[in-house]
Each structure stands twice: as structure tokens, then as C-alpha cells.
């Protein structure tokens, strides 16, 4: 089955409205024709593998809600925010709690007839790690608000009423599907597959043009990032499921995961919980100098200061930058250290970034016209641990190397993850970075 290609992902930085439309629309058509694809199987479907599939979309259901909810959170008040609380009213039942989405969704599964497990216990664990990363986007400051509409509102409006759409199109015509259509709850779809969330998707998209036109600079950029994170996220999220729904007899299941309760700050503090914060200390030639690179140039927020040393909060980490004069004898305790076929500076250190923010720092400093001393490139390909790279020097000649692994989940391993893919495009990432 194809998922969405990195190539595909769009790449003008300055993209207006219009063009951002064109786009969207393109890659829309690309999605029907591929859920048209994918579903075909449902036709056919045991009714075993039927709910093997259905099963999994209860878990979107549960979240959207709340997703929606912390995006109304981050929105100004305005046409915008009023029009998503009423989508959110509708995904609750309009006040009436047995006509919540979610709940109209589990009476339909329990209609099917169909033994299973307690649903609660059956959710891909893949895909709720899709869900909670869409939520931390959500919630993290350094996505705004018109790349969480892109992201949940046409990602959660738009995108999921396809899927569902082309789903129902094969689903009724299974046979046993046929054989029960006057036992099933069928109101979940009636909501979903016809006039309702049609006209939902239409008034979101009028809202889109006239209210993110007018956010700051970089909005419709942002919405267009946050619509082909959903895009992508859609795709795999869909994939998983029918990966796991057209496995064959003697293959294990995937592994499940529970639903995470929402976490909007810090876990730990008063109540004993243990803090994981990178801390260093490194002495600069100039502390002013230095101040303007890790502020100015790497986007560091600088915290408490003395006449001699400056705090700064490095990516949430602690970073406290000391003046300190150069030798007298002018020597360098630096040496160059042998890494799988490159050599690098030590001492030096760093961040590990996800690709977004990496790509983003890769930008900045091209921006500010500061020079790398080792560019943007792939480091360890085919190999577990995987990753991008780039290294700079402060102006005092300290080294700094930043990195976004394809799978964070190999930083410390000696073999592959068994999670190891690649959705986004390590390569592309790393060309665009590298360009000049």
C-alpha cells in the first residue's frame, strides 16, 4: 500500500492561500483515490478482520475530542475559535452524553455482533504513539495555532471524512455487513458519511481563508506544515490498521497500548517526581558575544546574568556560558576523534531535535548568515542510530552539534527498532537543510 511521499510534501515557503489550496485539493485527490485502494479488502473481509479494522478508529474518536478542545484553548476569540466550539458541542452530543461521537461509535461496534476483547485493551500501540505526538503538538508553544488548525481541524474534519467515506463505500457491501445492516447502529455514519460533515468541511475551509490570511507572517505556512502532518499521520495511522487487519493466520499481533491520560505540564516538582534537565558549563572569550550567538542565532532565552556569567534556557535545558579569558599560551586542549568514517571536535556539545525543529534551526542559521563547520548531512545511513547532523562554533570556538535521529528510539542502540521507518524523509530533510 503507498503511503503519502516525502516527496509530496509541500516545499514553497512562501505559499499564499490560493496556491495553499491548489495543493491541499491535489493531495486530497491523491488520498481518495488511495483509501478507495486500501479498503477494497473490506468487501471480503471475515467478520473477524472486519472488526480487526473497525476497531482501531474508536481510538481517534477519543482523542479528537480532547484535541479539539486544547486547540480551541490556544485560539483567539473571533469566528474561528466559536465555529470549532460548535464542532466540539457536536462531537459531545450537543450536551447529551449517549450521543457523543465516541459513544455512537461503540454502540455501533457492539451492534456488529462480533466477540472481542475489552476495547479498551485492543489499541495499536502505533497508532496511539501517532495520536500522542499529534497532541504534543498541539500543546507545545512552538507550533501555532494556524499549524493546529491545519494539523485538527482540516486534519480532523477534512482528511478523517474521506477515510471514512471511501471505508463505508466497501463496508456496506460486505456480506455480513448486509446480512445485519437492520441490527446496526448506523447513526455514527449518518453523521459522518453524509450532509453533516459535509457542510462542516465547507464552512471550515471558508473560515481557513479568511481568518488565517489574516494571523502574522508565516500562518498559511504553518497551516500548510500542520495539514501534511495530518496528511502523513493519517496515512500511517490507516496503514497500521490494515496491516494488522489483513495479517495472515500464523502472524502475532501487534502490540497494544492504553490511552494516555492528557498531560498539559511538567509531571514532576513538588510532589517528588525526578526532573531530566541537560545541564553545562562552558567559559566563552567574549560573554556579550556569546550572549547575541545563543540567543540571537540558536534561539537560546536568556535567564539569570552576572557582571560574568549568563543563564540561558537551551531547548529547556540549563546552559550557563562563563566569561573566561584565553590562555596566555594561546593552546587548545581540542582533538579531533574518529566517528564512523568522519572526525569530530571534543569537546563538544549539543542537542538531539525532532526533524521539524532541526530543519527550522538548519534555517535560522542560514539566516543569520553564520557559517557551519561541518553541514548538514547523514550520518550512520542504513545503520542503527541513523541520524542528521550539522556542527558550528561559537565565537569563541566551542563546538556544537545538532542532530534529529530517524528514529529517536535508536539514540543508544546496537540494533534496529523494530519501529524503525521512515515517514518523513531523513534524505529530504537533510537536502533542503544543506542547501544554500
Not at 102 to 131: Q, R, V
Not at 293 to 321: E, M, P
Not at 389 to 400: A, K, R
Given at each position: 500500500?503507498?503511503t503519502v511521499s516525502p516527496s509530496q510534501r509541500f516545499s514553497d515557503s ?220 493519517w496515512s500511517a495511522f490507516w496503514k497500521n490498521i490494515q496491516d494488522e ?124 548568515d553564520y557559517a557551519f563547520i561541518d553541514p548538514p548531512h547523514v550520518r ?57
Amino acid at each position: 500500500m503507498k503511503t503519502v511521499s516525502p516527496s509530496q510534501r509541500f516545499s514553497d515557503s512562501n505559499v499564499d492561500i490560493d496556491q495553499f489550496w491548489k495543493l491541499a485539493d491535489d493531495l486530497q485527490h491523491k488520498t481518495v483515490d488511495h483509501a478507495k485502494d486500501m479498503f477494497s479488502f473490506v468487501e471480503t473481509a471475515s467478520p473477524e478482520r472486519l472488526f480487526t479494522l473497525l476497531v482501531q478508529y474508536r481510538y481517534f474518536t477519543v482523542y479528537y475530542i480532547t484535541d479539539i478542545a486544547l486547540l480551541i484553548a490556544r485560539l483567539k476569540p473571533g469566528r474561528m475559535r466559536s465555529f470549532l466550539a460548535d464542532i466540539l458541542l457536536d462531537e459531545l452530543g450537543g450536551g447529551d452524553h449517549a450521543q457523543a461521537h465516541p459513544e455512537l461509535y461503540d454502540e455501533f461496534l457492539g451492534s456488529l455482533g462480533i466477540a472481542h476483547p475489552p476495547l479498551d485493551k485492543l489499541a495499536l500501540a502505533s497508532n496511539i504513539k501517532l495520536l500522542e505526538d499529534a497532541r504534543s503538538n498541539l500543546i507545545d508553544p512552538a507550533y501555532n495555532s494556524a499549524y493546529g488548525i491545519g494539523l485538527r481541524g482540516m486534519g480532523g474534519e477534512c482528511v478523517c471524512q474521506i477515510y471514512l467515506a471511501r471505508l463505508y463505500e466497501h463496508l456496506v457491501l460486505n456480506p455480513y455487513i448486509r446480512a445485519n445492516k437492520d441490527k446496526i447502529a448506523w447513526k455514527f455514519w449518518e453523521l459522518h458519511v453524509g450532509e453533516h460533515d459535509i457542510a462542516h468541511r465547507e464552512n471550515l475551509r471558508k473560515l481557513i481563508s479568511d481568518e488565517v490570511t489574516s494571523m502574522d507572517s508565516g500562518s498559511v505556512e504553518a497551516l500548510q506544515e500542520g495539514f501534511f502532518d495530518s496528511m502523513t499521520a493519517w496515512s500511517a495511522f490507516w496503514k497500521n490498521i490494515q496491516d494488522e487487519a489483513t495479517k495472515l493466520n500464523d502472524q502475532d499481533a501487534g502490540e497494544r497500548a492504553a490511552i494516555a491520560e492528557v498531560v498539559l505540564g511538567p509531571t514532576a516538582g513538588k510532589d517528588g517526581g525526578a526532573i531530566h534537565q541537560f545541564h553545562l558549563a562552558i567559559g566563552v572569550h567574549d560573554l556579550q558575544e556569546a550572549r547575541q550567538f545563543y540567543c540571537d542565532v540558536l534561539g537560546a532565552k536568556q535567564g539569570r546574568s552576572t557582571k560574568n556569567l549568563i543563564d540561558l534556557d537551551f531547548y529547556g535545558h540549563h546552559l550557563v556560558i562563563h566569561q573566561t579569558p584565553t590562555a596566555a599560551d594561546g593552546s587548545d586542549s581540542s582533538f579531533g576523534s574518529a566517528f564512523y568514517g568522519e572526525t569530530v571536535k571534543v569537546p563538544h556539545f549539543g542537542m538531539n531535535l525532532n526533524w521539524q525543529d532541526w530543519s527550522a534551526l538548519s534555517e535560522r542559521i542560514k539566516a543569520k548568515d553564520y557559517a557551519f563547520i561541518d553541514p548538514p548531512h547523514v550520518r550512520m545511513r542504513d545503520m542503527p542510530g541513523e541520524h542528521a547532523t550539522m556542527f558550528l562554533n561559537d565565537p569563541s570556538g566551542n563546538s556544537l552539534e545538532f542532530k534529529a535521529f530517524r528514529n529517536h528510539d535508536e539514540v543508544f542502540s546496537v540494533i534496529f527498532s523494530n519501529s524503525t521507518k521512515d515517514i518523513f524523509g531523513l534524505d529530504a530533510i537533510v537536502e533542503k537543510a544543506a542547501a544554500a
